[in-house]
């Protein structure tokens, strides 16, 4: 439900932005997202257990600065389940995104290698158990796309378990930057 508010911010266009502000085109009003939509597949049997495979979710980087390099709050979300069981990821982080190259060209739709980290508070829900703080953090690269697109993965690493089950693993995402 969450990822399914989270997709018209990810479409809203540079011409929306104009209509909402009609000062500029490019609005400095505008508070600089990047908004990530994807899958986590976690690393621990338990886990895939009560999650399946592929867990869906997204991730929105808010940050006070157009700066892509600026620490940002980082928010997230994260559903799945079989068998009529449930596990819940809800990561409120600390983040910071470090441009790599930028040697790409708009011919082939690449504008450069960037790399990332978190760090805070992983909100667990696992079978029903209520969500538990579990502090944790990832390391991530990507690759920017022209138009603000742009590809990454992350690695998650969580500090303990709620009811056997982490959000260890990996995560594939597809994301936009305003």
Do not use: C, W
């Not at 290698?113 to 690269?141: H, P």
């Amino acid at each position: 439900m969450v990822t399914l508010a989270l997709i018209p911010a990810a479409v809203l266009t540079s011409s929306a932005r104009a209509q909402l502000n009609p000062k500029s085109a490019i609005s400095p009003e505008t508070i600089p997202l990047r908004i990530r939509l994807g899958v986590l597949r976690p690393s621990g049997v338990t886990t895939r257990n009560l999650s399946g495979t592929q867990v869906l979710g997204g991730m929105v980087d808010l940050s006070s600065s157009r700066s892509e390099e600026a620490r940002t709050l980082t928010v997230g979300y994260f559903q799945g389940g079989t068998a009529g069981k449930s596990f819940r990821i809800a990561p409120l982080l600390v983040t910071k995104t470090s441009a790599g190259t930028s040697g790409g060209s708009s011919s082939t739709g690449m504008t450069g290698f960037f790399t990332s980290e978190g760090f805070g508070a992983y909100f667990v829900d696992a079978a029903g158990s209520g969500f538990k703080a579990r502090f944790g953090g990832y390391i991530g690269a990507g690759l920017r796309l022209t138009g603000g697109l742009f590809v990454e993965a992350q690695y998650h690493y969580v500090r303990g378990s709620v009811n056997g089950a982490s959000p260890n693993g990996i995560a594939l995402f597809i994301g936009r930057r305003n």
